[in-house]
């Protein structure tokens, strides 16, 4: 053995003599890659698949029926995003669309009506009697408001010193925009004014999982007006940090 050799043994030596005295613990790094799956199908087979989606044993092969679904277009993928993070540190996902929409406007001036007016409910006599004293002034918006629609994932993760468990905790957030709601008031030339109807599910949970298992998330009703549920799965997989 070379004298080199024999001193670099010897400095590997007390460097883990050195640590192990202080308490301390040669534990490898850990990133962490975790995928979302969000995908809406019709209640019947939601209902059906929710027991095997919620089965360790049988999850895989439910995933996997899933995508098969999403390519023959019985299941509509609402969301898809991969993210890295640090095993302890916080990660954000969006995938959103900005909903800019008018809240507030300069009327027109009818005659016999000064200020703003008040609302009013619809009738032949109100519609006959805007029709006569209705002027050529349009409606000027004069503020707005903007909301966003879409899917926000905000995790934190931390690895076991194995890195085969990981303990999280996930919010999600799905902000889906149904369309607009017209609201029959005085204010306007035509009577009416439309305000944006939102759907919100908010979830907030901590789990442990295995590396590389998927797990389900959230089940959640897609819209009162639509039979259909929607499923949010992860996986997560561990990876070793450094070169």
Do not use: C
Not at 54 to 76: F, P, Q, Y
Not at 120 to 137: L, Y
Request: charged share 20%; glycine share 8%; net charge negative.
């Amino acid at each position: 053995m070379t004298t080199s050799l024999r001193h670099l043994l010897v400095w590997i030596g007390a460097m883990l003599l050195a640590m192990e005295s202080n308490g301390a613990e040669v534990v490898p790094g850990w990133n962490i890659h975790s995928e979302f799956l969000r995908v809406q199908v019709p209640q019947s087979i939601g209902l059906r698949m929710r027991s095997r989606l919620s089965n360790d044993d049988t999850i895989d092969r439910a995933v996997s029926e899933l995508h098969k679904m999403i390519a023959g277009g019985t299941a509509t993928l609402i969301g898809f995003t991969t993210v890295w993070s640090v095993s302890g540190e916080q990660a954000v996902s969006e995938t959103i669309e900005e909903i800019r929409y008018q809240t507030e406007w300069d009327p027109p001036i009818s005659a016999g009506v000064f200020g703003n007016a008040t609302a009013r409910e619809p009738s032949i006599e109100f519609a006959v009697e805007e029709a006569i004293n209705r002027t050529a002034n349009i409606d000027v918006a004069t503020s707005f408001e903007t909301r966003n629609a879409g899917l926000t994932v905000a995790l934190e993760g931390v690895a076991s010193s194995d890195g085969r468990t990981i303990d999280f905790s996930v919010t999600l957030r799905r902000v889906h925009y149904l369309g607009m709601r017209n609201m029959f008031v005085l204010d306007k030339t035509d009577g009416r004014f439309a305000q944006p109807i939102f759907l919100a599910n908010t979830n907030t949970t901590q789990f442990t999982v295995g590396s590389g298992a998927w797990k389900l998330l959230a089940v959640n009703v897609a819209s009162r007006d639509m039979p259909a549920m929607e499923f949010t799965l992860m996986r997560a997989t561990t990876k070793p940090a450094g070169p």
